[in-house]
Each structure stands twice: as structure tokens, then as C-alpha cells.
């Protein structure tokens, strides 16, 4: 099949291999005379898909014996609110530096007190805010590991003498966490793992169920902790697909790998962008994400010219999101280098018509 | 390739069709150069699909204007606590009728008080309450159309002077039901729509918002209305096995005709049940579930026996639920009538061989 070059922010490209596997295993899976849509959550074959898919995670993120790894549903913005609902006591400190820590904050101020330590909303969140001191009278630290809108990565997690939380919705998997630094790390899983639908959280034991409150059932980790991920039926197609996308993300050289592959893309592209008079980028050179990257034409009037010439290119995805408009391109895992070479070509030419 | 006869309780059986166009779509939906599984929830791909399979769901049901077609996540067990985070004010009404309607009254007493105006519990759960008087002094009237674990399923609803709401997961579709009479009725999608991992809520319009507090926003009803499913990232391809179902379904006749042919499934199969000395059904004959068929040897030292034959067969998933043993026949709408007639088949043999 010819492949679009597949920019898109999210549900986003997953890795050909991964999708041609789920394909046959929705006709018949592992030759079972059913689809693995139509299989029990409680079979064999799916506890051996499950198991595999956690043990891949374990393994790539070398997550340590002191965490472990839930599927749930709901999105990050179902953990926007779980978080505080397990977390929170008194008071909380959250980072403001884009449009999801901002979700974020919003819903936890519905269960306690918000401490909202830095914001970088002064300059349109075009920079990841750094400097800041973490208190020690919060019951934790949220941070947003890679803001999506706005095409910024935070490179260094800050030391913290708190329990950390991070949103890895839309860098997970693309470079090398310290696990163990983390109490909570949470991800919806379609930009780096697989299909919308599914939310992976990794989590330190000793903090689950420590929230002395009675919570809804399916909204206590306890809950699906003590039943690993199997609590209700859950959901066993985008597990699957988790499970092949990162048999895909090892076979390649895992996280490392995947980094060094992240880091040529991103360096072709703002390659291009600063030396290229036609683009400006908007993210602060020091946080600029891998993962998604916001750009600009100087001369905003030429925006449908570009597209088109994209379009024509067989380009995918790269309008920037509603709510800041300009072009953002998502270089999400499973996107090839050509595909960023394919875009750097048309920008390329754009300046040669345009010159 | 040779289909299983798939009796399983569900994650159950679904077209072939369906299951076919998803697999095809997997690797380029509408000849787009992109997987289904990698388009955003924004394009205008996905959001026809999300019309269709909304409209579909309308016209199929006969859903009056008065009431809105949800997707949600997280399954009839996060349903538990919406429902009452949504609707209990002060007092709800339920019906203990098995051991799914069981798990909705814990979660409801979580919020507010339970009224159970009856219970089966005394025969374990064997039959359908009925002759109960639903007050006027609750807030809403609940009750579960179909118990999947005993087999049991509601066949007249009783009139209801307070809002009614229904967790219908294991019979949607599977008969014709007058919407006007619910105010909400839920269903996770893993039995007669489509994969695990999508739930759909018929909901009144003009009962969501009224319950006056700040309720967590992924868990109002409210947030998903006024954002038509989209507030955040839906499961894309759960929908759209959903509308492939119920293109399938409305082909077949639509609930209408699909009832006529689940009631032949059913005459078939409790036909055996009610003639072969070898076995009997264990749930009061007037309530008994056309969807799920629960049965015992009356000798069970043959259950491994019976098993082996059935396995021989080519038939999957009548084992009984871990909680009550025996047997459980499966017959959602996907289950062709051929494989009811397998079982049957290998029903009569086994008395045969052992008579």
C-alpha cells in the first residue's frame, strides 16, 4: 500500500508491522477459528497478550519491581481527575505549561488545593518554565512531560522531594524515562503506543490506596491493581496492538534506538526550519519536543499554498491544532525518517517557487 | 476460514462482515494511505463514522428526539457510579436481580442512599423479581435487562412513576425496546455491538446537568452531550465496528427481524434443554434469557465429559461463569443458527452415548 506520510497529532502513525498483525488477528487469532475481538478477556490467549504487553513496557522503560503496570480506560483526561481523587489530600503543585497541564490543574482544583508553581502561559506556553522550587507541604508534583499544541518538552525533570507525577501522553516511549524517579506515570496510548482507547499507567505500590477515602470502584488504582488490569472487561484490541507496537519499538533497538532515530528526524526537520527564510519555529529552542514540532510561515497569507503543495507531497496531518493554528509536524515513533525528509523537500521547494 | 461456533459469554461473537471491513480498514481506511487506527478523532472520516454509527443506533432503536446517543469508556461498571454521581439526589430505587444489577447498588450506596425494592438473591438469582412497587420518593428506578451470569432477562418493564434508568449490556439489540420509557440506558459494547472497550448511553436530554454539583468532568454525562463524544479522544475504532454491526444488523431485519431469529435460536435450544433427560436449565422458564443460556448435566461428574464433545464440536465458551459452574449457551445476535444446532446436535449425541 502506498503509506501517507502521517504527521498527524495524535491518534497518530503506528508502525505498518503492528497494524498488518492486528489486521489478520481480527479474522482469526493465533488460529483460534475466532478474532481476537471476539475472545474472552478471561482466556488464555488473551492473559498471554496482556502479560506480554506489561512485560514489554517493564522491559523497555525498565520499570523497577517497586512499580507496576495498569490498562485502563478514559483517556488522560480521566486521569486528570483519578490523580487528584487518589492523591490528593490537602494540597497539590502542578506545573502550568500548556493547554493539558492546564486541563489538568482544573480538574484537580475540584478535589483540593492547587499550588501552581510555574506557568509559561505569559508567552503563549511557548516554553517548558524551569527555576521553580517544589514544595514539601504537597502531597505531589504533576508535571507534563511534552505538551502536544504547543511543541515543547521538558528535558530535565527538576529533583523533587515529593511523590512526581507525570503526563507522558505524548513522548512515552520515545526516549529513556528513569522509572523509579516517578510515582505516577500516565499515557493515553495513541500517539506511541497504539489505538485511542487505552491508558497506560505505570505506578509505585506503596502509594495505591493510601487516599483513605471510598472511591468509586473504577476509579480507585486499587482497584485495578489488585486485579492486574482485569477488574471489567477491558480493552483487549488496543492492549493487543500495545503489545505489537512495542515488540516493534524492542526489534528496533527499543528506547535507545528509538531516541537516536527521534533525534535525526527532529534535527532534519529544525534543520530546515532555521535555516529556511520561509518558517520560524514557536517552541523556545531549549524545549523543543521530538515529538511535535509548531512552526510557522513568516508570511501567514501563503498557509493554503503550503498546504496544498504538503497535500500534493502526500503529507498528512501538519494543520496546527485549532486553538493556535500555524502547522505543527508530529514526528510520533512509528513516523519514518523519509517522511520527514519528504517534508523537509517540500519546504524546500516552497522557498525555491516563493523566492 | 472455519469460524468457531463462539458461545462465549463476550467479549463475544460479531459479524463477519463487520469483522472483515475493520481488518481491511486497519490497514487503509477509505483508500485514505492510513490505517483506521492512525486517523485523528477530528477528520472528517472519523466523524462520518461517528454519525453513522449514532444515526444507525437512532434508527435502529427508534430513539425519540428527546434523548441523545453517547460513547463513552470504561464499561457498565463506570456506568455504576455516573449513573448515580449523575442522578442520585437522595434516594434511588434498584432491583438486585444477579450479580451485575448487585454491583450497581454498591456502587450507587457510594452516593446516597438505596431503596432494593426486591430481590432474587433467596434463589440465587434463578428468576425476575416482579410485582414490586416502585415509589415515588426516589430520584430514579433501576434495573438490569438482561443478568448475563444466571441467564435471566426482564420481559416487561414495569411501569415506572420515576425516571428509569437500564444497564441493557447484554441485550441491546437484540429486541425491540420503547426508549421513550428510559431516561437512561447504558451498554458496554462487547456483546451485540462490537469490541470491548466502548460503552453507549441513550440519554434524555433534559436530565443531564440537573444533579447541582461539580462532578469530575469525564464523569458527566453533560460534558460528552455538549461535546457530541468528542470532548476527548473517543475509542475511533470501537465506533466503527459498531457501525459495521449495525449496518449488519439493519441488513438482517433490524432488531425486529433479529429478534425473530434469536427467538428461533432460543426455541431450538431450550427445546433440547426441556426434552433431553441428560440436562436442565437453571433458570425460571418465564424469565429465561434468549442471549444467555445457563444449564447443568444432572449428573455433573459428565461435565468433562460433555465438554470434550462440545470442544470436539468445534464449540467455544460454554463453560458457566466462574461464580456459578455448570453451563452458559451464549446467543447473542452474531451467533448464527447453525451453531445452536451444533450444540443441540452434540446435546443429543451425548445423551445417546450415554443413555
Known amino acids: 500500500m502506498n503509506r501517507k506520510h502521517n504527521f498527524g497529532a495524535g491518534p497518530g502513525i503506528l508502525p505498518e508491522s503492528a497494524l498488518q498483525k ?3 488477528d481480527i479474522l482469526n487469532f493465533n488460529n483460534s477459528g475466532m478474532g481476537v475481538l471476539e475472545i474472552s478477556h ?45 492523591l490528593l489530600k490537602k494540597k497539590a503543585a502542578y506545573i502550568d505549561e500548556g493547554a493539558w497541564s492546564n486541563k489538568a490543574i482544573k480538574e484537580a482544583k475540584l478535589f483540593g488545593e492547587v499550588s501552581v508553581l510555574a506557568s509559561s502561559k505569559d508567552k503563549n506556553y511557548s516554553y517548558m518554565p524551569k527555576g521553580y522550587t517544589i514544595p514539601t507541604d504537597c502531597d505531589y508534583f504533576h508535571i507534563t512531560s511534552n505538551e502536544t499544541i504547543h511543541g515543547t518538552q521538558v528535558k530535565e525533570f527538576p529533583a523533587s ?35 485511542s482507547g487505552v491508558t497506560m ?48 519499538l524492542k ?73 493556535v493554528g500555524g502547522f505543527r509536524a508530529s514526528m510520533y515513533n512509528a513516523l519514518p525518517l523519509d517522511s520527514v525528509k519528504a517534508l523537509v523537500q517540500v519546504m524546500k521547494e516552497f522557498a525555491n517557487v516563493k523566492a
Chains 1, 2 share one sequence.
Not at 531516541?259 to 527564510?277: C, H, T
Open 22 to 24: 492486528a489486521a489478520a
Open 42 to 86: 478471561r482466556s488464555k490467549d488473551f492473559e498471554a497478550v496482556l502479560q506480554k504487553a506489561k512485560s514489554l513496557v517493564k522491559e523497555l522503560l525498565k520499570v523497577p519491581d517497586t512499580h507496576e503496570v495498569l490498562f485502563v480506560q478514559g483517556g488522560a483526561s480521566t486521569q486528570f481527575a483519578m490523580v487528584p481523587m487518589n
Open 161 to 195: 522531594p515529593i511523590p512526581v507525577v507525570c503526563d507522558m501522553s505524548s513522548d512515552i516511549f520515545s526516549r529513556p524515562v528513569d522509572v523509579s524517579k516517578f510515582d505516577l506515570i500516565y499515557a493515553g496510548a495513541q500517539k506511541n503506543m497504539g489505538p
Open 201 to 248: 499507567v505505570i505506578i509505585k505500590k506503596d502509594i495505591v490506596g493510601t487516599h483513605g477515602k471510598t472511591l468509586p470502584t473504577m476509579l480507585d488504582y486499587k482497584t485495578h491493581l489488585e486485579n492486574d488490569s482485569l477488574y471489567n472487561t477491558p480493552p483487549v484490541f488496543g492492549i493487543l496492538v500495545i503489545m505489537y507496537t512495542l515488540e516493534w
Open 251 to 323: 526489534s528496533i533497538g527499543g528506547v535507545e534506538g528509538m531516541q537516536k532515530i527521534n533525534q535525526q528526524k527532529f534535527d532534519l526537520f529544525y534543520g530546515e526550519v532555521d535555516s529556511n527564510p520561509m518558517f520560524v519555529g514557536t517552541a523556545a529552542k531549549e524545549d523543543r519536543s521530538p515529538m511535535n514540532a509548531c512552526f510557522l510561515l513568516n508570511d501567514s497569507s501563503l498557509d493554503e499554498e503550503f498546504l496544498a503543495m504538503t497535500k500534493a507531497a502526500g503529507i498528512i496531518g501538519i494543520k496546527g491544532h485549532r486553538s
